[in-house]
C-alpha cells in the first residue's frame, strides 16, 4: 500500500510538473527542436504534435527493408497514433489500462530502435514525448532504444530530455536508479566510457543486457543492436575482471541468443562466447549447456561461427567432454 501510495504521488507530481512544462514554452521537452526555444516558437497545439507523429510513422512504415520491423509500424496507427489515443491523458488511466500503454509505449520503442537515425523516428516520437511523457514514464526503453547510437546527436536529444538524476518527485524515481547519474550533461558518449562505467557498476552491464531482451522482437533482425551489443561486450571482456556476478549477468542473456532464430544474433553470441571462453574458466555444467545449445539450434549457414565457438572452448576448458560426429554433422549440413 505504501509503495502504491509512492507511486501515485509520484506520479501527480510529474503530471504537475509536465503542465507547468506545457505552460512554460521555455521548458518543452522536444526530440524534433534543437533547443525548447525553437519548441516554444513553433507553437505547434495537440492536433500539430499528433499531425507530426502520424507523419512520423508513415515514414517508418515505409522504410522498406532497412527496416526489419517497418512492417510492425502499421499496427501503430489503431493504437498510439490513432484519434481514440489523440486526447488522452495517461495520468487519468486506471492501473490497467496504464500498464497496457506502457506495454505499447515498449513495443513501439523496441520497433523504432532499429531505424532511430531515421528522419522519420523523432517525429513519430515526439508525439509520444508530447501526448504521453515518455521520457518521464518509459525513459529506461527510450535509452535502452538510443543506446546502440550512444555517438549520435540522436543519442544527445534523448538524453536532453531524460531526468537522468533520480528524484523523489519522479513519476519512476527508480526507472534509471543511479546507473546514468553520472553524465552530467547531454553528451555523445564514446563506448570506452560505457565500459569503464559497467566494469565498475554492475546495474550498467544489466542495463545493457537487458537490451537484447527488450529491443530484439521475433524474427526481426536488428543489425545496430547486434553490432553494439557485439563491441561493447568484447571490450567490457578484456577490460573487466569477470566476477561471478557478471557471469549470472552476461550468461542469460547469451544463451538467449544462441537459440535464437535470428541468424545475426545467433553468430554474435558465438563471437561473445568464445571470447568469453578464454577469459574465465567455465564449470562442467556451463560447458555442457553450451555445447548442447550450439548443437541442438546452431544453423548449417552459421557453421564457421558455431564451429569456431567450439573449437574455443575445447581449447581453452578442461574436461570438455566428446562431441559425437553425427553432431558435428547436424552443425555443418550440406557444408560436411
Known amino acids: 500500500?505504501?509503495?502504491?501510495?509512492?507511486?501515485?504521488?509520484?506520479?501527480?507530481?510529474?503530471?504537475?510538473?509536465?503542465?507547468?512544462?506545457?505552460?512554460?514554452?521555455?521548458?518543452?521537452?522536444?526530440?524534433?527542436?534543437?533547443?525548447?526555444?525553437?519548441?516554444?516558437?513553433?507553437?505547434?497545439?495537440?492536433?500539430?504534435?499528433?499531425?507530426?507523429?502520424?507523419s512520423g510513422?508513415?515514414?517508418?512504415?515505409?522504410?522498406?527493408?532497412?527496416?526489419?520491423?517497418?512492417?510492425?509500424f502499421e499496427a501503430f496507427a489503431t493504437?498510439?497514433?490513432?484519434?481514440?489515443?489523440?486526447?488522452?491523458?495517461?495520468?487519468?488511466?486506471?492501473?490497467?489500462?496504464?500498464?497496457?500503454?506502457?506495454?505499447?509505449?515498449?513495443?513501439f520503442l523496441a520497433c523504432v530502435s532499429p531505424l532511430f537515425l531515421h528522419p522519420a523516428a523523432f517525429k513519430a516520437l515526439e508525439w509520444l514525448v508530447h501526448r504521453f511523457h515518455i521520457h518521464e514514464h518509459n525513459s529506461a526503453q527510450l535509452l535502452r532504444a538510443a543506446l546502440p547510437f550512444h555517438d549520435s546527436w540522436q543519442f544527445v536529444r534523448v538524453v536532453r530530455i531524460l531526468a537522468l538524476t533520480p528524484s523523489?518527485?519522479?513519476?519512476?524515481?527508480?526507472?534509471l536508479g543511479t546507473s546514468w547519474a553520472w553524465i552530467k550533461q547531454p553528451i555523445a558518449l564514446d563506448r570506452a566510457?560505457?565500459?569503464?562505467?559497467?566494469?565498475?557498476?554492475?546495474?550498467?552491464?544489466?542495463?545493457?543486457?537487458?537490451?537484447?531482451?527488450?529491443?530484439?522482437?521475433?524474427?526481426?533482425?536488428?543489425?545496430?543492436?547486434?553490432?553494439?551489443?557485439?563491441?561493447?561486450?568484447?571490450?567490457?571482456l578484456n577490460a573487466a575482471k569477470i566476477s561471478d556476478n557478471a557471469m549470472?549477468?552476461?550468461?542469460?542473456?547469451?544463451?538467449?541468443?544462441?537459440?535464437t532464430s535470428i541468424p545475426n544474433v545467433q553468430s554474435t553470441s558465438y563471437i561473445i562466447l568464445a571470447h568469453l571462453?578464454?577469459?574465465?574458466?567455465?564449470s562442467q555444467n556451463v560447458i555442457v549447456a553450451m555445447i548442447d545449445l550450439i548443437v541442438s539450434f546452431a544453423k548449417p549457414d552459421l557453421a564457421k561461427f558455431a564451429v569456431c565457438c567450439l573449437i574455443s572452448l575445447y581449447d581453452s576448458q578442461d574436461s570438455c567432454p566428446n562431441i559425437s560426429i553425427k553432431s558435428l554433422e547436424s552443425i555443418l549440413g550440406d557444408n560436411s
Open 1 to 54: 500500500m505504501a509503495t502504491s501510495l509512492a507511486q501515485q504521488l509520484g506520479n501527480l507530481a510529474a503530471t504537475s510538473s509536465g503542465a507547468r512544462n506545457q505552460g512554460n514554452k521555455a521548458a518543452i521537452a522536444s526530440l524534433v527542436f534543437a533547443t525548447s526555444a525553437e519548441a516554444a516558437q513553433a507553437d505547434l497545439d495537440t492536433d500539430g504534435y499528433f499531425a507530426l507523429g502520424v
Open 193 to 236: 566510457s560505457l565500459v569503464r562505467r559497467a566494469v565498475n557498476d554492475k546495474a550498467m552491464l544489466g542495463f545493457v543486457c537487458e537490451m537484447i531482451d527488450k529491443l530484439l522482437l521475433p524474427d526481426a533482425s536488428n543489425a545496430a543492436l547486434c553490432s553494439f551489443f557485439s563491441a561493447f561486450m568484447v571490450d567490457y
Open 79 to 107: 493504437t498510439l497514433f490513432s484519434d481514440a489515443l489523440k486526447r488522452t491523458d495517461r495520468m487519468l488511466l486506471n492501473p490497467d489500462e496504464a500498464a497496457s500503454l506502457d506495454r505499447l509505449v515498449e513495443r
Open 57 to 72: 510513422l508513415a515514414g517508418l512504415s515505409a522504410a522498406g527493408p532497412s527496416g526489419s520491423s517497418s512492417s510492425s
Open 277 to 282: 571462453s578464454n577469459k574465465v574458466p567455465f
Open 168 to 175: 523523489p518527485t519522479s513519476a519512476s524515481p527508480s526507472m
Open 248 to 259: 549470472r549477468i552476461i550468461m542469460p542473456c547469451l544463451f538467449a541468443m544462441a537459440s
